[in-house]
């Protein structure tokens, strides 16, 4: 009625006509039904949740609804389901929250693709529908090469790149030959032409070991980075969701790592000389806005010796234009004191030099500056990029290097950068140890319910020094290894020792899209988040959005925990498994560990479309 001339007399009427239906209904749901599952999908469906105006936006944000369950608390019987329309919601990445807020963004840094999360009262508090027909994602090693369409119903990469050998739709499935914008006819071949550009062994890109962690920036669907995992190269597949929708869904569902972002005005989520090689196959970046800022972020970012394999028509192409932003481009990184490795057909290879030899001996007031010495460039979470180039420590300096051993050895060799925590070798080697004791027993648990395919797509969520992900070296699987932004910054160590991850405060969501993990490892995370005053009920629903169905998580936590989430169980249809206690260590003597699996559950609308 808002706006009507004649709303004044009707106004009181229609509220009282509308508190007594909202007040039936809810009797009805939760006291009438007997089916708490069916109520919790039904709800959802009538109320439409996740309307795209602002007032439905404030009345779809009801947490969960309570039965009595004893005197002393609440049991939550179930959440209601988003509407289907967010079946791929990503909190963080809603375009349509900027436009609700109204948020004025710099739409030419792409700030609109970077992460603005909603405030407590904007946030859906509801479980994410998987989409109509959703089927067990494909295994691997076979989904690497296919997927399921109906998992991810989006084909337009497969027309718009059809002649690039991205992805093709072949009935209900869609293949991914391995082709890219600059390598139609394989990652394979394209990635063992770098190798022989750099001259190294059997034209292999890992070079003995020696090169192990790689930055792929504007991805696509990954292929490049699912075909070195061949080589033991581990590659953060980085994409924003622009033009180009869900190639980092696709990513994930092959079960490639992959993370959504953007290289804009915050810095990458990584810390400073984390990846031997990063990588741009016609990204569409221009390197030099901004003086160079961006390009300087891949310097942050990039080891001593690193390399930056770059394939672009700048590269190779004789028009004025392309010509003009060559000469400029080489310019800019000479001045960065990058030299190039070696130049090919369309690619070029530039590589970060070893010391600070050639930093200190430029001329004084080059450009771009160097960083100040307050700068800390392992500062990444919300912090601005500067256009400066970081220097390195004493201790690279003087080694020429990052001084890691070759992979697999740097898996389990002390990295060099424990002394700036503190940390000594011997509690690095225990801590080693200790994971390794853990995850055995985690498998032990897990054993009756899964099989050697069964999980392939791994988050730490509270990693430390990634001995978690250590310890799974040899099953077949990857881990993304979170840091916690508001504790110490051990993503370094875990980069040294040739794994990777990403910084994140778990009050928010994360960088991902729904049904994209198999497995999380939520080792005291539930406790820490409810110290800062943070909602547990908001990250167990994150973890349900971020869970593939039929996925596990495995809590390690205080009995308190474990009791609190147990009381969830139903409203999330999640299903225990295991509960055990884990006194195995001195500061582990009160946790608790839970295992549940994520049932798979459809929405009446699914269920339609199955019949």
């Known amino acids: 009625m808002r706006g009507r001339s004649d709303g004044g007399k009707k106004k009181p009427v229609i509220v009282l006509v509308c508190v007594a239906a909202v007040v039936l209904v809810f009797v009805y749901l939760f006291f009438g039904s007997s089916d708490h599952k069916a109520s919790a ?59 609700q807020m109204r948020l004025k963004l710099d739409l030419s840094l792409m700030e609109h693709y970077e992460r603005h999360c909603p405030p407590p009262e904007r946030r859906f508090n509801c479980l994410i529908p998987p989409p109509p027909g959703y089927k067990i994602p494909i295994k691997w090693p076979k989904s690497r090469d296919e997927v399921w369409k109906v998992n991810i119903p989006h084909t337009h990469l497969a027309h718009e790149k ?27 071949k394209y990635i063992a032409s770098m190798a ?49 929708q869900n190639q980092i869904q696709f990513a994930l569902e092959r079960g490639i790592p992959a993370y959504l972002g953007v290289l804009g005005t915050k810095r990458l989520p990584y810390p400073s000389r984390s990846f031997e090689l990063a990588h741009c196959s016609r990204c569409r970046i221009d390197w030099l806005q901004r003086d160079g800022i961006l390009l300087l972020e891949l310097d942050r970012v990039l080891r001593p010796g690193g390399y930056f394999a770059y394939s672009s ?8 234009e392309d ?8 310019a800019l990184v000479e001045r960065m004191c990058w030299t190039i490795a070696a130049k090919r057909n369309q690619t070029v290879i530039w590589q970060k030099p070893l010391t600070n030899d050639c930093y200190l001996g430029r001329e004084p007031g080059t450009q771009p500056p160097l960083c100040n010495s307050d700068n800390d460039p392992d500062a990444v979470y919300g912090v601005n990029m500067e256009a400066c180039i970081t220097q390195y420590n004493d201790h690279d300096h003087r080694s020429k290097g990052s001084g890691l051993a ?15 925590f503190g940390y000594s070798v011997d509690m690095f080697e225990k801590d080693t140890e200790t994971w390794r004791q853990r995850v055995d027993a985690y498998w032990d648990l897990l054993s009756p319910k899964i099989q050697s395919d069964t999980i392939r797509n791994i988050m730490d969520m509270k990693a430390n020094m990634g001995s978690f992900a ?26 040294d020792r040739g794994l990777m991850g990403a910084v994140h405060s778990w009050c928010e969501a994360f960088s991902t899209y729904p049904r994209t993990y198999d497995l999380l490892h939520a080792w005291d995370i539930i406790s820490d988040i409810k110290k800062r005053g943070c909602s547990a009920e908001d990250l ?58 994520k049932k798979l559950w459809l929405t009446s609308e699914s269920l339609r479309d199955l019949e």
């Open 323 to 330: 010509l003009r932003i060559w000469r400029e481009m080489s």
């Open 41 to 99: 999908i039904e709800y959802g469906r009538k109320l439409g949740l996740g309307g795209d105006d602002e007032e439905s936006k404030k009345d779809d944000t009801s947490s969960s609804f309570y039965v009595d369950d004893d005197p002393n608390g609440f049991t939550p019987r179930s959440f209601p389901v988003c509407d289907d329309r967010h079946s791929e919601l990503i909190p963080c990445l809603d375009r349509n929250l900027i436009y």
């Open 470 to 495: 250590a310890a799974l070296k040899e099953r077949d699987v990857w881990v993304m290894n979170v840091v916690p932004a508001d504790g110490p910054n051990t993503l370094k160590l875990i980069y």
């Open 540 to 597: 167990l629903l994150e973890m349900d959005r971020i869970l593939r169905p039929s996925g596990f998580i495995l809590i390690r936590d205080k009995q308190s925990v474990v009791d609190l989430v147990k009381k969830y169980l139903k409203a999330l249809h999640w299903e225990a498994s295991e509960t055990k206690t884990a006194p195995d260590s001195e500061q582990d003597t009160d946790n608790v560990i839970l295992i549940v699996q």
């Open 196 to 244: 022989n550009m750099l001259k190294f062994p059997n034209n292999i890109l890992n070079n003995g070991g020696r090169l192990r962690t790689f930055l792929d920036v504007g991805c696509g669907v990954a292929s490049f980075g699912g075909y070195l995992l061949a080589s033991d190269i581990m590659t953060m597949s980085l994409a924003p969701n622009d033009v180009h």
């Open 406 to 420: 070759p992979w697999p050895a740097r898996l389990t060799s002390p990295p060099p950068r424990l002394a700036d």
């Open 313 to 320: 028509p700048e590269a190779y192409a004789q028009d004025e």
């Open 162 to 188: 059809s002649d690039q050998n991205w992805m093709v739709v072949k009935g209900e499935k869609i293949n991914f030959p391995g082709g890219g914008t600059h390598f139609h006819y394989g990652a394979d």
